[in-house]
């Protein structure tokens, strides 16, 4: 076939990639298409019936009432996933550099064991969770979860920044050796400047996790300071009618900080995924 002959077949392949883009795109905009038109109708407007309907007129009020509701928990939910990403996140980087380049006898072991807590099912283990920090008296609230999530996120950024230090060239820690480096010394002076990639991939993912926890919250969380999920169920639950408008803001506006967070690391989340992703 010729060059002219292959300028004038018709491109069914590109066709077919952008209707499945097109399909793929419109099913995950359904949700929020009903999440933002239902939250600007009004009680009586907003019925099942009408769900996919635009609103018979475009009422404010369902966001200031979300608002007014959660606004002390989303300050809640950041004082609980700053600090929980960022520790996490430097424990994860400590022991991925020493499995990864420090290692000692047993080591595969000890990373093997630290994997096996990415496959504990969080809702088998809340009663015995349960049991101990009530008679650890530990207590209940954003001390205590930031404590949860520190422990159970220490398995996946382990094994992110693992992966992600097996990138690195032997040669590099061997002339800090040379130096008189020590294993301190190497780490904060010349692993921890270029692992910026990977604490991005950490710190998102840290932050999605603890920030869209409802199970912790539940348990640990306490009464007395609500993290944004536990107020968005109550704002859901809390009166005899459903009140469909305030809940689907308070959805909508419960989305916006990790929103914010995928729009300003997204476009480093994908590289520093995958720079650790051909080490296994």
Known sequence: MNETAK????????LVRYILLLASLTLVLIPVYVLFVTSFKTSADADPSRTWMLPQLWDAT???RAWDTLYPS???????????SIISAMLGSMNGFVLSKWRFPGANIVFTLILFGMFLPYQAVMIPLMNL????GIGFGIPTLIMMHVVFGIPITTLIFRNYYETIPGELIEAARVDGAGMLRTYFSVVLPISIPSFV???IWQFTSAWNDFLFA????????????????????????ADYG???????????????VYIALGKYFVGGLMSGSVKG
């Open 201 to 203: 991939v950490v710190l």
């Open 74 to 84: 989303l300050i809640n939910s950041l004082s609980l996933v700053i600090p929980s």
């Open 218 to 241: 539940l348990f640990f969380g306490g009464s007395k300071d609500p993290v944004v999920t536990v107020a968005l169920n109550n704002l859901a639950h809390g009166s005899i009618m």
């Open 133 to 136: 920090v009530t008679n650890a």
């Open 62 to 64: 369902n966001w200031g």
């Open 246 to 260: 305030a809940s689907m803001a308070g959805a909508l506006i419960a989305s916006i900080p990790t929103l914010l």
């Open 7 to 14: 300028k004038n077949v018709f491109p069914w392949g590109t």
